[in-house]
T-cell receptor, first 113, second 115 residues
Framework: AQSVSQHNHHVILSEAASLELGCNYS??????LFWYVQYPGQHLQLLLK??????LVKGIKGFEAEFIKSKFSFNLRKPSVQWSDTAEYFC???????????FGRGTSLIVHP | GAVVSQHPSRVICKSGTSVKIECRSL??????MFWYRQFPKQSLMLMAT?????????EQGVEKDKFLINHASLTLSTLTVTSAHPEDSSFYIC???????????FGPGTRLTVT
């Protein structure tokens, strides 16, 4: 079955630390990849997306993600996190001929000031 | 950017009653809308895919007679929880996409509490 795995369920960092959240998927073929963020008490917002082209995607708020096709991965990165980055982060993948994205279980990020 | 609204944001109802939740795409037309349920500290569980003018497609295990979905226009989809029970208490989120190949935009969610 098609699946999306986010291996880091809980991440705790101090401000200015670097962040990398893993996302792996099991689809073959063409995929569309997304990272969404859900700040406390708010709705999901799109951080960045990959459809085609440059596999290094830059999103909002200093986030970026790299699509590595050979590793079936789309890891999210930020060189220096801030307290305001505390949130839930969800990876989502569309592929396998379906237009319905599959979401990972999410990663809870807590950034200490 | 694209905005999706949901109404109400919170609702408390008594067991056995029905509750309707509206999802609107405010600045784009959405041929497809999605309804999710989110449990605390967990990912989104897709309940159904709603296509304008046709019947919704429900995910396995989701009771279509309990969760009625109507997508009457390109900007409005409704989810009606019928004969609600306390176990239906949850956070319901809708999303809409301007096209099948596009990303989804999420509504702010509706917190349903059934007493």
């Amino acid at each position: 079955a098609q699946s999306v795995s986010q291996h880091n369920h809980h991440v705790i960092l101090s401000e200015a630390a670097s962040l990398e959240l893993g996302c792996n998927y099991s689809y073959g073929g063409t995929v569309n990849l997304f990272w969404y963020v859900q700040y406390p008490g708010q709705h999901l917002q799109l951080l960045l997306k990959y459809f085609s082209g440059d596999p290094l995607v830059k999103g909002i708020k200093g986030f970026e993600a790299e699509f590595i096709k050979s590793k079936f991965s789309f890891n999210l990165r930020k060189p220096s996190v801030q307290w305001s980055d505390t949130a839930e982060y969800f990876c989502a993948v569309k592929g396998g001929g379906s237009y319905i994205p599959t979401f990972g279980r999410g990663t809870s990020l807590i950034v200490h000031p | 950017g694209a905005v999706v609204s949901q109404h109400p944001s919170r609702v408390i109802c008594k067991s056995g009653t029905s509750v309707k939740i509206e999802c609107r795409s405010l600045d784009f037309q959405a041929t497809t809308m999605f309804w999710y349920r989110q449990f605390p500290k967990q990912s989104l569980m897709l309940m159904a895919t709603s296509n304008e003018g046709s019947k919704a497609t429900y995910e396995q295990g989701v009771e279509k007679d309990k969760f009625l979905i109507n997508h009457a226009s390109l900007t409005l989809s409704t989810l009606t929880v019928t004969s609600a029970h306390p176990e239906d208490s949850s956070f319901y989120i809708c999303s809409a996409a301007p096209g099948l190949a596009r990303e989804q935009y999420f509504g702010p969610g509706t917190r349903l509490t059934v007493t």
